[in-house]
């Protein structure tokens, strides 16, 4: 999906991005979700958990990575 979803040479960049954060383990764990039309697969989207160290407690979400396809054949 991520592969696809951007330009030759910045895909495979991405799409290593992609596998890296996808497969760490975490506390709170990775949210991931994949969007499908007809059950291909359309986007994807992961929620990474970040935390500040200069903040207490603080535990929050970033939105990547994120990929979606430009063309859906059909």
């Known amino acids: 999906m991520h ?3 951007f330009p030759e040479g ?6 290593e991005l992609a596998v890296d954060l996808l497969s760490e383990e ?3 764990p990775t949210i991931s ?11 994807h989207v992961a929620f990474s958990p970040l935390a500040i160290d200069s903040i207490n407690d603080f535990q ?4 990547a990575p994120l990929a979606q396809l430009s063309q859906v054949e059909g």
């Open 10 to 15: 910045e895909g495979e960049v991405v799409s």
């Open 3 to 5: 592969l696809s979803a």
């Open 33 to 43: 979700v994949m969007a499908d039309v007809d059950g291909v697969a359309v986007g």
């Open 26 to 28: 975490t506390t709170p």
């Open 60 to 63: 929050g979400y970033i939105l």
